[in-house]
């Protein structure tokens, strides 16, 4: 559960040793919930542990035996899916999506006869968030909710086509568009939705370009889209549509959506384009249009909450890679040789925290999620030294959003309102060559910086199948007739999800996370603190 679904009360009582290991802190709460921290650190903190959850507005009390299934009301209640029928009085047509009319007959077979598969998804078909019943809340990576770490069913709405469909296909206007920066992967989603806009029937296809931008800025028309058109597309990098930070006003990007009859709109983008999304189906619910909003998660941060991945994570970390390895080369090259290279990740270290693991080249990761200090006797600097004494050489991977604690804030923004952030990777250089000029070590720092040149690449085959079906299941949605939800994959499973719930927050690497352990093994680095 997010931060912002859960807040906690603690209340003071006498407890068990078990109840006093269990405590809570704000960098290690989960998306779920909770998540268990050292009895070191339990110690520092009250006596008592009898906790309270507030799960969005459901006050929730564990000592209250029905506490389990409020919480579970609760969370069905929130993972429900906008639906068109909430606002119109609608009845289903039988779904114009089949794989049958595809095929040629082999002889004088019949094919309605011969087909048997189940190739529709169910309505009621649930899919779960969370699979591992952990014993204790202590446990290494544990995700709990209350104290006793007990086992609580996430289910969240299984993605797929289904039998029965809100829109006539013929009657649809169909409308692509893809914001925020670059991403590999975004010209596989924009061909995946036209292939199977194509395959319900539908014929009037429009790419928006210029992300929200080109619902308003004059000069700026829609380009009709079909299969022939995006035949090619996924073979290069970057976007079709062309992409844009920033928008104009909701109410302005609705009054185009009413004016060019658009039925069904997909955004392409991450959590701000998913928030202006959610605007934009809420408006449209006001004025009572018939309109599904769909969105498809686009990060190469894998920030969104809830998602096993978004795609262009796993070409981003794979592009990363020749980074790395060129600033293992310079540094094994050099005496004392120190390589620096700082990845993407304004708030997440997913990227930086994969590159590492993956290269296996890499001594020391920096990530937003885990503080540390640079000096002193425990600092990052001095182990640099040790490194350099030991190895002769050495390896820091850092993510952008690291280390700004450290560095004077920035209160500018840019078009997305994301805040500007210090550049952590310079002020690393410049600190790492200050510090052995003092102590009169020779030290031959390369700084390599790829962010862009990592996002802007053609998507990997791993992330190409993710687009594909992501983009196939944005589609079912909207005729599905959901609106204000975004197309995920959630434990393995291709899924729906409330756009609500996945913006509340970024998803952060969790420091008491497997991987995050995995990755300190990896390196050897120790706690910098």
């Known amino acids: 559960m997010s931060l912002s679904g859960m807040a906690v009360v603690l209340k003071a009582s006498t407890s068990s040793a078990a109840q006093q290991k269990w405590c809570h802190r704000t960098r290690d709460q989960c998306q779920y919930g909770f998540t268990s921290v050292s009895e070191r650190k339990c110690r520092k903190r009250s006596p008592l542990l009898r906790a309270r959850a507030i799960s969005g507005k459901l006050d929730l009390d564990f000592s209250d035996p029905a506490w389990k299934q409020k919480y579970q009301e609760d969370w069905d209640r929130r993972f429900s899916l906008p639906h068109i029928t909430d606002i119109y009085d609608l009845e289903p047509r039988t779904t114009t999506f089949s794989l049958k009319k595809n095929r040629t007959p082999l002889g004088d077979g019949d094919v309605s006869s011969t087909d048997m598969r189940n190739g529709y998804v169910n309505k009621d078909d649930r899919a779960l968030l969370k ?109 079709f549509l062309g992409v844009s930070r920033g928008g104009a006003k909701t109410s302005e990007i609705v009054d185009s959506i009413q004016a060019r009859r658009i039925d ?114 425990h600092g990052v600097l001095q182990h640099l030294e040790h490194l350099l004494n030991t190895k002769g050489f050495c390896v820091i991977c850092v993510a952008e959003g690291a280390g700004q604690d450290l560095l004077q804030k920035s209160n500018a923004t840019d078009a997305s309102g994301n805040v500007i952030l210090s550049d952590f990777g310079v002020h690393m250089q410049q600190k790492i060559k200050k510090h052995f000029k003092d102590i009169g070590v020779p030290a031959d720092l390369k700084y390599i910086d790829p962010t862009y040149m990592v996002r802007a690449c053609r998507a990997n085959a791993s992330d190409a199948i993710l687009c594909t079906v992501l983009g196939q299941n944005a589609v079912h949605g909207a005729f599905a007739g959901f609106s204000g939800i975004t197309s995920g994959v959630c434990n393995t499973h291709y899924v729906y999800l409330p756009i609500p719930e996945v913006i509340t927050m970024p998803k952060h690497v969790n420091p008491n996370s497997r991987m995050w352990h995995r990755c300190l093994t990896s390196t050897g680095q120790p706690d910098f603190h």
């Open 264 to 377: 069904m709109l997909f955004v392409i983008g991450g959590n701000g384009s998913h928030a202006g999304a959610n605007a934009i189906h809420e408006e449209c619910r006001k004025r009572k249009l018939k309109v599904s909003v769909v969105a498809v998660p686009k990060t190469i941060d894998n920030d969104i909450l809830f998602m096993d991945k978004t795609f262009g994570f796993d070409t981003a970390v794979e592009e990363a890679q020749r980074a790395i390895n060129s600033a293992y080369i310079e540094a094994r090259s050099a005496y004392h040789g120190i390589g620096l290279v700082k990845l993407m990740g304004r708030s997440s270290g997913f990227i930086a925290m994969h590159a590492s693991l993956s290269s296996g080249q890499i001594d020391i990761c920096l990530i937003p999620e885990v503080s540390f200090t640079l000096d002193g006797e």
């Open 131 to 239: 699979v591992i019943k952990y014993a204790s809340p202590t446990s290494a990576g544990a995700e709990c909710i209350d104290p006793d770490c007990s086992w609580v069913e996430h289910w969240v709405h299984r993605a797929g086509p289904r039998k029965e469909i809100y829109y006539e296909p013929e009657e649809v206007k169909a409308a692509i568009v893809t914001c925020g920066g670059l991403c590999p992967g975004l010209n596989d989603v924009i061909r995946q939705i036209v292939f199977t806009l194509d395959t319900y029937g539908v014929k009037n296809i429009v790419g928006i370009p210029f992300g929200y931008r080109g619902f308003f800025e004059k000069g700026l028309k829609e380009m009709p889209l079909s299969r022939d058109v995006v035949e090619n597309i996924n073979l290069s990098g970057g976007s």
